[in-house]
């Protein structure tokens, strides 16, 4: 943490004493231009006492402030300096408006309650301002005889220009020097608002000399009618400054939409020090879990800094302070800091507590996005991960195999060797689980040491292994993956040690490589399973599998074949699962799910052949056939007036087909069916590859009208960055956190940041496999928007389900449909 050094140092004195020398110069430069004035106006035009009269009043009311800005502690004022210099120009040319313009600002800044060598400041660099103006008309040429010609009226145009690039300069020029920035920087801030200022200054004064040069009586109506236009054209200039600033906190809206706490707080520092033209700014957030520290952000409006926000008893002087909080209590503080005092006006207080509200919002956010981070990371590692040796899962290894075997980038070849230990069940009935688990884990520690550079090392359940080897010679990678089973089978076959007993087990490894035995994980894995079934035919050993002794693909073979009888035959039938509105108790859409009435085997769950379908390159044909029947009979339900939804399922290699949304249209078109009626979902899983595709079809999905639902949330991590890229209109929480309702505390607070986050997104939350009254009470407690499950309704036929809903029924069957 940085600490920051007092005002009061070196650098500080330093810049202090430069000010004072631009202060003196501008000063000094005044005097002798006055001086130059005093003995020189006599020969000038003599001018009625009146005229001099109305030009000393003009500037005394020449520093008058139509809009005040704010930058740091320093406050820059618009003012009608032009107007009144364009004015005087004509009622008062010569040395005696240099005279009187001075007067007239040593008038307006004498009772004011600022520091004299502000106000000198000010009032000499107006003087020095003037004389350049006065420069500028005689090099030009101003006749103010008749009426005012083109000539006169650009000599006044670049008076006023002149005088207004030198007094903005010279203002920047001491603020940069106080503060220690650059010159172009504070002269380009609120450069716009000045040239519009001056604009509408010099064009309201030109107008009022030619009008003057016509008639002089217009003189009498020029008070009256200047403090008019005045205050409109200050009414104007104000209303600008809060678009600007309004627009700047829709801006700061859209900047906070973010779910990574970093990021936030750069955005918060970053549009705080300019919302509010600070000179730093501190977010001191406070910690989300107990015994932490609290994070501090410090920044300006150049961006974030390093360092704390340490400051000396002056500087606390100078800082305004305000809570952070959200639904869920209080975040932290923001603290907007000045070089300088700053008493803040009551609009930049609202402002300030406007943008804090939106940083609470944000914050909050970001806390539950953060939270169920951390909740599906530690669901991702118990579903990927063996509790008992820490080696991973079955799951973990055909993530990992899948990853490898669908990237062309891996080069060579992928083994896989299972692992099965010989009379392991003996140890484990004689000498208890106690010593089984340790034999266990000490096993698998010797596997993990005997092949360190393996992709994968697995624990598939019981007493088998497995070991995934990537990037093997292709021409090699059988025998390479025989030795490694070897050094397997010689690590096993050392002693484990358990309370002064040695305990010897011999095991037997199945080896298959990708691609020589297989084109896919799934049947790396069989056919290892195979090899395996071979080894233990003679156990202490190792088998490669061999295609000749396996006869198990053809049923794979069988099954696709058959697969594209059913769809051609119309075998394929689906059951729908109602799903209810919690708020309500009555039913909002339902789920269709697939089944196969096969032929000889009878009702086929999906279980028993989604996989054949996805990998037999029916899957395009498989969607479009359940999609057809299930919008077709959503539409026969919205013709029989119950407005109803749908819900149908894509796998992933649905997400990387790009005609599936123009297929989803045609379908959609038809049936009739209106596609904010159709819910699509997608499973955090469809998720993870080929980002961009998926993106794009997702995309065209939403455009065309269609819902999307994200299944079994939570189960995974991807999809928490991918809600940041892909809006959706449905969170499903996963079953496996509603079967632990209302015991598991940790399951509650889990589909309560789910439902949260859910919410905070725009989306509904959907919870599934709700299977008694008391999960359905809780959820509806945790804000749950509606659920599905056996406790609300069985999946079942078309036909029953109209029946149910009272379409081809007289009366609803409130037996099967259970309310709330």
């Known amino acids: 943490m940085t600490v920051r050094p007092p005002l009061e140092d070196d650098g500080a004195r330093l810049r202090q004493r430069r000010t004072a020398g631009h202060v003196a110069a501008v000063c000094g430069t005044a005097l002798l231009l006055l001086l130059h004035a005093a003995l020189t106006v006599g020969n000038g035009p003599d001018v009625p006492v009146w005229q001099a009269l109305l030009v000393l009043g003009l500037f005394v009311g020449a520093d008058l402030p ?44 004498l009772p004011r309650r600022q520091p004299v060598q502000k106000r000198s400041f000010n009032a000499a660099s107006l003087v020095i301002g003037v004389g350049l103006a006065l420069g500028t008309t005689r090099v030009v040429g101003l006749d103010l005889e008749g009426v005012l010609s083109v000539r006169s009226a650009v000599a006044l145009v670049l008076a006023a220009t002149v005088f207004t690039l030198w007094t903005g300069a010279a203002v920047a020029r001491v603020i940069s020097v106080a503060q220690g920035v650059g010159f172009l920087e504070v002269w380009r801030r609120g450069l716009l608002l000045r040239l519009l200022v001056a604009f509408g200054n010099t064009a309201l004064g030109v107008l009022l000399v030619a009008v003057v040069q016509v008639n002089r009586a217009v003189l009498l109506v020029v008070p009256p009618l200047l403090g008019l236009l005045l205050m409109v054209y200050r009414s104007y200039l104000v209303t600008m400054q809060e678009r600007d600033v309004w627009q700047q906190l829709e801006q700061a809206g859209r900047e906070l939409n973010l779910l990574e706490e970093r990021a936030v707080a750069e955005a918060v520092v970053t549009r705080a020090a300019r919302l509010m033209n600070a000179d730093r700014v501190d977010l001191v957030l406070d910690p989300d879990t107990v015994g932490a520290v609290p994070s501090v952000w410090s920044g300006d409006a150049e961006g974030l800094r390093s360092g704390g926000a340490d400051r000396t008893p002056a500087e606390a002087e100078m800082v305004h302070t305000v809570a952070l909080s959200g639904p869920q209590g209080r975040l932290g503080l923001l603290r907007v800091a000045f070089d300088g005092p700053v008493a803040l006006t009551r609009r930049e207080r609202h402002v300030l507590r406007t943008f804090c509200h939106s940083v609470g919002s944000s914050l909050q956010n970001v806390r539950l996005y953060e939270q169920m981070r951390r909740h599906a990371e530690a669901k991702a590692h118990e579903a990927s991960h063996d509790g008992l040796t820490g080696l991973g899962n079955r799951t973990l290894l055909h993530d990992r195999a899948a990853a490898v075997l669908g990237d062309a980038a891996v080069p060579g070849s992928t083994a896989l060797l299972i692992v099965d230990l010989d009379h392991f069940k003996e140890i484990n009935d004689t000498l208890g689980h106690a010593a089984g688990d340790v034999f266990l884990r000490e096993v698998g520690e010797r596997i993990r040491g005997a092949v360190p550079h393996a992709e994968a090392v697995c624990r598939l359940g019981g007493d088998e292994y497995a070991v995934l080897l990537t990037g093997l010679d292709l021409v090699g990678a059988p025998a390479a993956a025989d030795l490694v089973a070897a050094e397997l089978l010689q690590v096993l076959a050392e002693p484990v040690v358990f309370d002064g007993l040695r305990l010897s087990v011999e095991g037997s490894v199945g080896v298959a490589c990708h691609p020589q035995d297989a084109a896919t994980f799934e049947e790396l894995l069989q056919r290892a399973d195979v090899a395996l079934y071979q080894a233990k035919t003679s156990r202490g050993s190792f088998a490669h599998y061999r295609a000749d002794r396996d006869d198990s693909s053809v049923h794979r073979l069988a099954l696709a074949a058959e697969l594209r009888g059913a769809l051609t035959r119309d075998e394929l039938v689906v059951h729908f699962q109602p799903q209810l509105d919690l708020a309500s108790g009555t039913p909002i859409g339902a789920e269709a799910l697939v089944r196969w009435q096969h032929p000889t085997r009878g009702l086929l769950q999906p279980a028993a052949f989604v996989s054949a379908v996805e990998h037999s390159g029916l ?11 299930a919008v077709s009979e959503c539409a026969s339900w919205h013709r029989a007036g119950r407005p ?15 005609d599936l949304p123009s297929d989803v249209s045609r379908v959609l078109a ?7 009626h159709l819910v699509l979902e997608i499973t955090e899983t469809t998720m993870m590859s080929e980002l961009d595709v998926v993106e794009e079809v997702l995309g065209r999905l939403r455009a065309l009208g269609v819902q999307l639902s994200v299944d079994d949330f939570g189960t995974g991590y991807s999809s928490l960055a991918f809600l940041q890229r892909v809006q959706v209109n449905e969170v499903k929480v996963d079953r496996s956190f509603v079967r632990g309702l209302p015991d598991s505390a940790s399951d509650r607070a889990l589909v309560r940041a789910t439902v949260q986050l859910a919410h905070s997104l725009g989306a509904r939350a959907v919870a599934e496999g709700v299977e008694d009254a008391g999960q359905l009470h809780e959820l509806a407690g945790l804000g749950c928007d509606s659920a599905q499950g056996y406790h609300l309704g069985r999946p079942v036929p078309a036909a029953q389900l109209r029946a149910d809903l009272g379409i081809d029924a007289v009366a609803v069957d409130t037996r099967r449909l259970r309310a709330v």
């Open 66 to 109: 139509l809009l005040h800005l704010r930058f740091g502690h320093n406050r820059e004022s618009f003012t009608v300096g032009e107007l009144s210099l364009v004015l005087g120009l004509c009622l008062a040319p010569g040395s005696l408006l240099l005279l009187l313009a001075a007067c007239g600002l040593v008038l307006f800044h």
């Open 619 to 629: 899957i395009r044909d498989f969607t479009l056939d359940v999609l057809g029947k």
């Open 644 to 658: 109803l939804s749908v819900a149908v399922n894509l796998s992933a290699r649905n997400l990387l087909d790009r």
């Open 670 to 676: 038809r049936a009739g069916l209106a596609p904010e």
